[in-house]
C-alpha cells in the first residue's frame, strides 16, 4: 500500500514569491494534516482538512492557505514568502475521525 | 494548556545500551493519547506507537517499550539493546480529545547510537 506522497522532494522562492505544495493521503483516508517543522522550532500544526472541509487551524497568518480536493489530496499554499517560512513541510492522513496520523517524507522549502 | 517537554535534547550510547527516552506532558482534558514517532535523517517520520489515556498498561514490541504513568504524566520509550539503525530524532505528541485532531509535538530527542 503507498504511503503518504509530497510533491516537490524541494522548493527554492525568493522572499515575496508564492509557494504551492502537494501531498497525496494513503488510499482510504480522508484526512489531511500539514505541519511546519523549522529550525528551532519543532513541529507546529498548520491545518487540519477532512472531506474537503478545514476543520482547524494552527497560529499561521492568513498568507498560509490550503484546499482539499474532491480526490482528497491536498494543496498547502504559503503567499508572501518570508525568510523565516524556510522549514520542512509535512504532511500526514489519517482516516476520518482517527487520530493516528502517517507521514509523508516532507517538502523542504528555502526562502532566499 | 497542552504541552509535551522532551528534556533531553540529545543522547548518545554505544550499540546494546539500552536507552530511556522522556516525555512528560500537560493536558487539562481526561481523554487524550499519546504518540511516539521517530524521524531518521530522511526527514519521514515514522509512527510507532498510540496510547490513549484510560489504557496505563505498558507496552512492548520487539526492543521497544513504553511505560505510560498518569500519575506523573509521563509516557516513557526504552529501547533495548540499541543498534546503529535506531539513530534518529524521536518525538513525543498528545492530541486532546476535543475534535481538533491535532498532534503537539515535544522538541524531540536525537538519539545517536555508535557501533
Known amino acids: 500500500e503507498a504511503g503518504v506522497t509530497q510533491s516537490p522532494t524541494h522548493l527554492i522562492k525568493t522572499r515575496g514569491q508564492q509557494a504551492t505544495l502537494r501531498c497525496s493521503p494513503i488510499?482510504?483516508?480522508?484526512?489531511v494534516y500539514w505541519y511546519q517543522q523549522a529550525l528551532g522550532l519543532g513541529l507546529q500544526f498548520l491545518l487540519w482538512?477532512?472531506?474537503?472541509?478545514?476543520?482547524n487551524r494552527g497560529n499561521f497568518p492568513p498568507r498560509f492557505s490550503g484546499r482539499q480536493f474532491p480526490n482528497y489530496s491536498s494543496e498547502l499554499n504559503v503567499n508572501a514568502l518570508e525568510l523565516e517560512d524556510s522549514a520542512l513541510y509535512l504532511c500526514?492522513?489519517?482516516?476520518?475521525?482517527?487520530?493516528?496520523?502517517?507521514f509523508g517524507p516532507g517538502t523542504r522549502l528555502t526562502v532566499l | 494548556a497542552q504541552k509535551v517537554t522532551q528534556a533531553q535534547t540529545e543522547i548518545s550510547v554505544v550499540e546494546k545500551e539500552d536507552v530511556t527516552l522522556d516525555c512528560v506532558y500537560e493536558?487539562?482534558?481526561?481523554?487524550?493519547?499519546l504518540f511516539w514517532y521517530k524521524q531518521p535523517p530522511s526527514g519521514e517520520l515514522v509512527f510507532l506507537i498510540r496510547?490513549?489515556?484510560?489504557?496505563?498498561q505498558n507496552e512492548i514490541s520487539g526492543r521497544y517499550s513504553w511505560n505510560f504513568q498518569k500519575s506523573t504524566s509521563s509516557f516513557n520509550f526504552t529501547i533495548t539493546a540499541s543498534q546503529v539503525v535506531d539513530s534518529a530524532v524521536y518525538f513525543c505528541?498528545?492530541?486532546?480529545?476535543?475534535?481538533?485532531?491535532?498532534?503537539?509535538f515535544g522538541t524531540g530527542t536525537r538519539l545517536q547510537v555508535f557501533p
Open positions: 488510499s482510504g483516508h480522508t484526512s
Open positions: 493536558t487539562r482534558d481526561t481523554t487524550y493519547y
Open positions: 505528541a498528545l492530541s486532546e480529545f476535543d475534535n481538533t485532531d491535532k498532534l503537539i
Open positions: 500526514a492522513s489519517s482516516l476520518s475521525g482517527d487520530n493516528e496520523q502517517f
Open positions: 482538512y477532512d472531506e474537503g472541509e478545514e476543520r
Open positions: 496510547r490513549n489515556s484510560f489504557d496505563e
